[in-house]
């Protein structure tokens, strides 16, 4: 049986560096072969052209020898009753599904938009559902893969919610993105919303916190269970990604990313991007190899 593979290690490079060929550096020191594209230079991949991923982004990478292991997008972080923001994105996810071809990348990383504070998400469950069906639909059109990432303030942040999101959506080509530390900053039961979720889990986020102050922290030294939580993904043949989100610092693109990030949860424990990155990935193999991953 395949399983975990330390092959298989990827991470979001702009936490390392703003810019491209600094991130790809970074990644090749480190012995990985995958890097997850959210920006590079400045900008998110959701406002690069089909043009400009063939003729600048792929070239990168080949020159560097790495590969994509998903497009970390920011499709479905939009209010889920801004019509036009939605339709926006519809248009961004059609453009984004033939960048990915380009860079033979077979993943999207996509949301469950956010619910308007003080509302009951359950009352916005249907249109949800709908939404998502339009972004997975544009994905199966294209042969790609749409992944849902659990994230704080959207419809699916907590387990029961995600649970209920893939069994409706189940149909559907849409796996599940497990972050760790964004469940321990939505107080939620880890360990509970693993166990719901491990039939539908396609793809794995790598960052850890504390339920005691939601402070994002190193890899296994948080309330993220997570060398319980490998181990059981090793022995039921896990044989995914590992993407590092480390959020071990801030970096440029950080606030634009979650609508409820705060300096409070990220530390600046390190120096510089890069060896943020560094610590991280010393952290996730350090893990792998308790555990007996090649």
Known sequence: MITMRKAM?????????????????????????????????????????EDEARSYIKPMLDEY????????????KVPVDDEAAFNKQCAQLETLCRIAKILDCKYIRMFSFYIPKDKNPADYADVVIAKMRKFIAICEKASVIPMHENEKGI??????RCEYLHRTLSNTTLVAVFDFANFVQCDDDIVA??????PYIGYVHIKDALYSDHQVVLAGTGDGHLREIFADLERTGYDGFL???????????LKSLEATVSEQTVRDAYPDGIAAYTAQYKALTAI??????Q
Do not use: N, W
């Open 9 to 49: 290690i990827s991470g979001f490079a702009d936490e390392a560096a703003r810019d491209f060929r600094t991130q790809l550096e970074t990644v090749r020191s480190l012995g990985m072969q995958y890097l997850c594209i959210r920006a590079l230079d400045g900008r998110s991949i959701v406002d690069f052209t």
């Open 65 to 76: 020898g790495l590969k994509v292991s998903s497009l970390g997008s920011p499709i479905g």
């Open 155 to 160: 419809f699916g942040d907590i387990g029961t």
């Open 193 to 198: 919303a693993y166990k719901l979720l491990r």
């Open 243 to 253: 993407t590092m989100e480390p959020h071990l610092r801030t970096f440029e693109s």
């Open 288 to 293: 792998l190899d308790e555990i007996g991953v």
